[in-house]
C-alpha cells in the first residue's frame, strides 16, 4: 500500500510495513483499506472483528448467534478430504509440451500433429506407500502422472518412473498395496517395504520379482524429480485417420539425466529435509530453472509382438530400448507451480481412461482394471461426480454433454435439451454424436471362453529380472545387494527371508548368494520353482543403468560450500563464477545462518546455518576456512558430520588449505583420495566443478560402504 494512500488511523501501530490498531481489549486489528481487501464472510459480509468471538459479557459464555464464528469453525472443522488410497504424497506442477513432429501417419491425436504445437500441461510426482506427510526419500516407486490439456479433451498418462509393475492383474492390486502399506494391527511401518507383509506378498507372488530388481536399485531413490525417468508402463494403441493400429510404449527421457542418491544419504535426508523433493523442484522452477524431458516412443506393429519374447500385454516386462529403438516426438517443460497446493494438487483427479481419438487401450489386464478404478476413487476422494468441474480437471478445449446435477454442479447444460435424442433441433437440441469427429475405439477381433485365466504367455517370471541386474554397472549391482540385505534384515520372518533369496536363485547365482551371505542365512535355499525356466540368452541393455545414462554437467546441481570468517574472498568468488558458469547453484552454509565476514572484510550472506545444512543437501561440497574458522569447526558435530557423510556418500569435496584441520579432526584426512580436491587458488574451482560433472567419485565406495 502506498504511503499516503489513507489516513493513519487512530491509535495505528506500524508491525513490519502492515498496519494494525489495538482493539477495546488491547487486540490488535490489521486495518483494511488501500490495496488491503476488507475480509468478508463466504457469504460476502464485510468482518469487523476477527479475533473476538461474540460473548455475553467481558468474561462470559459465547453466543450462538455468532454466525461469522460458527462459520469460520464449520468450514475448518470439514477441510480435509481423504488423502489418495496410493500415492497419497505428491507435488504437482504447471508445463507445456511442445510436439516436435508430425505423426499423422501413426496417429490422429491432435495433439501430435502439428509441429511446434504447444500444449499445457499438469504433472505430478508423488510416492506410492507412504501417507501424505511421509518423508520424499522413501525406498519407493515415484509416481509420474501427465495431464495434457489437448484440444480435443484431456490425454491423461499415469505412470511410474519405472517402466514395469509389481502384478499382472489389477484383481491383484488390492493385495500388493495392503501388504505394502502400514501392516493393519500396528500402524506401521510408514512408507516403507522394509517389513514382514510386504515381502511375504512378493515372495509368494513370482510375477513380482522383476520389479522387486527394480525397486531394490537406485531407481527407487532419485535424487531429485528431475533427475528420473518416466514411463507409461502398459502398451498401448496410436490410431491413425485411416484406423491403422500401431503398438506403443511411452517413454519421457530427463534432459538434465538421471542421477540417484545413495541409501544412506536417503535415510538421513528423511530427517535433515522431509521435503527434499517439493523442495527441489519448488526452487528450481522459481529460480526459472525449468526441468525438461522428451518424450520417446516406442512403436511396434502385431508382427513385432507376435514375435517378441514376451507377452506385450504383460505389464511386468519391458521392450529393451535397443530392441525396439526409441523415436523421440516432443518436449514437456516444467515452468509453473501451482497457486494453491490444495486447490490443484490435491484435487487433481488422473485417469487412465482420459484418452483421446487416436490413442486406445490394449487388453493388458491390469490397464483394464486401472480404468475402473481411477473414475471410481475420484468420488470418494472428491466427495461427487462434478470433479471435473474443479478447473485443475476440466478441459481447457470446448465441451459439451448433458451430465446434470449433483454435488457442487457448476455448469449444467443450458436450455430445455437435456437428453436425446430430441426433436428440438438447432442450438436448442444441443450436442449430437460424431462419428468422424469422436473417439474411434480399435475394432479389434476378440472371441473366447469366458474363464478367470492368467495366459501361458504371462508366465516368465525371471528372465527379464536377470538381463536388468546384468545389465547394471558393478557398483549399482551392489547397490541392488545392499538394498535386499537392508530390506530383509528388518523382516523378522526368517522363513520369508529365506523365500526371499530363493528366487534371487532364478535371477543370479551370484546376487542370491550375496544377500543371502548379508542376511547370514543358516542354509542358502533352494531355487524357488519356477513355471518356466530362466532364459541366460537375453542381451544386456545398457539404458537401464542409470549411472550408464547419467548427465554430462554438474548443470542443474547445487554445491554446499562450508564457509568461516575470513575466508578468502578471491576464492569464494572464483568458486562461484564456476558454478554458475556451469548452471548449477551455489549455496552457503556458515557457522550462523547471518554470514561471514571474507578476508577482504566483504560480507558473505548464508543460506543454510551449519546443523540445518548437512552436506546431504548437496551433489558436492566444498569447505572454505581459515586457519581460525577451521579450528572452530573443528568443535562443531555437525560441521565434522558435513565432512565425513560428504565423503562417505562418493561426492566430490574441494577444500582450501586451512580447512585441512577439520578433515583431520573429523578422522578422515588420511584416507582423503582423487575426489578430494584442494584449491590453491580461484583458477583450481574450474577443474573442481569439471571434476563434479561425474557426480559421485564411485571408486571410494568400496572403501567407505556407507551405500
Ligand atoms: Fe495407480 C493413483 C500409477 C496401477 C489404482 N497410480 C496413481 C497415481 C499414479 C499411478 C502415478 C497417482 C496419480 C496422481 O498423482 O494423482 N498405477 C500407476 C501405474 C500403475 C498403476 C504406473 C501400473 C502400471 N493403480 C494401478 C492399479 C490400480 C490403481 C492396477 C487399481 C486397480 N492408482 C489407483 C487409484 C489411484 C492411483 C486407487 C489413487 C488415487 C487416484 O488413483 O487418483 O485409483
Not at 509393475?165 to 498395496?177: E, G, V, Y
Not at 481419438?357 to 461427487?384: A, E, M, V
Not at 474363464?451 to 549391482?477: G, I
Amino acid at each position: 500500500m502506498s504511503e499516503g494512500s489513507r489516513k493513519k488511523a487512530k491509535g495505528a501501530i506500524d508491525l513490519g510495513g502492515v498496519e494494525f490498531e489495538r482493539g477495546a481489549g488491547g487486540e490488535t486489528h490489521q486495518i483494511a483499506g488501500g490495496d488491503v481487501p476488507v475480509l468478508t464472510t463466504q457469504g460476502g459480509v464485510p468482518v469487523a472483528d476477527d479475533q473476538n468471538s461474540l460473548r455475553a459479557g467481558q468474561r462470559g459464555p459465547t453466543l450462538i448467534e455468532d454466525q461469522h464464528f460458527r462459520e469460520k469453525i464449520f468450514h475448518f472443522d470439514h477441510e480435509r478430504i481423504p488423502e489418495r488410497v496410493v500415492h497419497a504424497r505428491g507435488f504437482g506442477v504447471h508445463g507445456t509440451f511442445e510436439t516436435y513432429e508430425s505423426l499423422s501417419d501413426i496417429t490422429r491425436a491432435d495433439i501430435f500433429q502439428r509441429a511446434g504445437e504447444k500444449t499445457d500441461m499438469f504433472v505430478r510426482f508423488s510416492t506410492v506407500a507412504g501417507n501424505k506427510g511421509s518423508a520424499d526419500l522413501a525406498r519407493d516407486v515415484r509416481g509420474f502422472a501427465c495431464r495434457f490439456y489437448t484440444k480435443e479433451g484431456n490425454w491423461d498418462l499415469v505412470g511410474n518412473n519405472i517402466p514395469v509393475f509389481f502384478i499382472q492383474d489389477a484383481i491383484k492390486f488390492p493385495d500388493l498395496i495392503h501388504a505394502a502399506k502400514q501392516e493393519p494391527d500396528r500402524g506401521f511401518p510408514q512408507a516403507q517395504t522394509a517389513h514382514d507383509n510386504f515381502w511375504d506378498f512378493i515372495s509368494l507372488t513370482p510375477e513380482s520379482i522383476n520389479m522387486a530388481l527394480w525397486i531394490m536399485s537406485d531407481r527407487t531413490i532419485p535424487r531429485s524429480f528431475r533427475f528420473m525417468e518416466g514411463f507409461g508402463v502398459h502398451t498401448f494403441r496410436m490410431i491413425n485417420a485411416e484406423g491403422k493400429s500401431t503398438f506403443v510404449k511411452f517413454h519421457w527421457k530427463p534432459k538434465q539425466g538421471l542421477q540417484s542418491v545413495v541409501w544412506n544419504e536417503a535415510l538421513k535426508l528423511n530427517g535433515a529435509d522431509p521435503d527434499f523433493h517439493r523442495r527441489d523442484l519448488w526452487d528450481a522452477i522459481q529460480m526459472g530453472d525449468f526441468p525438461e524431458w522428451e518424450l520417446g516412443l516406442q512403436l511396434f506393429d502385431e508382427s513385432f509382438a507376435e514375435n517378441f519374447d514376451f507377452d506385450v500385454l504383460d505389464a511386468t516386462k519391458i521392450i529393451p530400448e535397443e530392441e525396439v529403438p526409441i523415436r523421440i516426438v516432443g518436449k514437456m517443460t516444467l515452468n509453473r507451480c501451482v497457486d494453491n497446493f490444495f486447490q490443484e494438487t490435491e484435487q487433481v483427479a488422473f485417469q487412465t481412461g482420459n484418452v483421446v481419438p487416436g490413442i486406445d487401450f490394449t487388453n493388458d489386464p491390469l490397464l483394464q482394471g486401472r480404468n475402473f478404478s481411477y473414475l471410481d476413487t475420484q468420488l470418494k476422494r472428491l466427495g461427487g461426480p462434478n470433479f471435473t468441474h474443479i478447473p485443475v480437471n476440466a478441459p481447457r478445449c470446448p465441451f459439451h454433454h448433458f451430465q446434470q446435477d449433483g454435488h457442487m454442479a457448476m455448469h449444467n447444460p443450458k436450455g430445455r435439451a437435456n437428453y436425446e435424442p430430441n426433436s428440438w433441433g438447432g442450438e436448442k437440441g444441443g450436442p449430437r454424436e460424431s462419428p468422424e469427429k469422436g473417439f474411434p475405439t480399435f475394432p479389434e477381433n476378440i472371441a473366447g471362453e469366458k474363464r478367470r485365466v492368467r495366459s501361458e504367455t504371462f508366465s516368465d517370471h525371471y528372465s527379464q529380472a536377470r538381463q536388468f541386474y546384468l545389465s547394471q554397472t558393478e557398483t549399482e549391482q551392489k547397490h541392488i545387494s545392499d538394498a535386499f540385505i537392508f530390506e530383509l534384515s528388518k523382516v523378522e520372518t526368517p522363513a520369508i527371508r529365506s523365500r526371499v533369496v530363493s528366487h534371487l536363485f532364478n535371477v543370479d547365482d551370484d546376487l542370491a548368494r550375496s544377500v543371502g551371505e548379508g542376511l547370514r542365512l543358516k542354509e542358502m535355499p533352494q531355487p524357488a520353482n519356477a513355471a518356466r525356466p530362466t532364459r541366460m540368452d537375453l542381451k544386456t541393455s545398457p539404458k537401464l543403468s542409470i549411472l550408464l545414462n547419467g548427465p554430462e554437467s554438474f548443470k542443474g546441481r547445487k554445491l554446499g560450500v562450508l564457509v568461516t570468517d575470513g575466508v578468502d574472498a578471491e576464492l569464494f568468488k572464483g568458486l562461484k563464477t564456476a558454478v554458475e558458469a556451469e548452471g548449477a547453484m551455489i549455496e552457503v552454509v556458515a557457522p550462523m545462518v547471518g554470514g561471514v565476514k571474507a578476508s577482504d572484510g566483504s560480507w558473505i550472506e548464508a543460506k543454510q546455518k551449519v546443523d540445518g545444512g548437512p552436506s546431504l543437501l548437496y551433489d558436492a561440497v566444498a569447505v572454505l576456512a581459515s586457519k581460525d574458522g577451521a579450528d572452530l569447526l573443528s568443535k562443531i558435530a555437525p560441521a565434522k558430520d558435513f565432512v565425513t557423510d560428504a565423503f562417505a556418500h562418493c561426492k566430490f569435496i574441494a577444500y582450501s588449505p586451512d580447512a585441512m584441520a577439520l578433515f583431520e579432526k573429523a578422522g578422515i584426512a588420511s584416507d582423503m583420495d582423487d575426489g578430494c580436491l584442494k584449491l590453491g587458488s580461484a583458477k583450481d574451482a574450474q577443474g573442481f566443478i569439471a571434476t563434479c560433472r561425474a557426480l559421485r567419485h564411485w571408486e571410494r565406495e568400496p572403501k567407505v560402504k556407507a551405500a
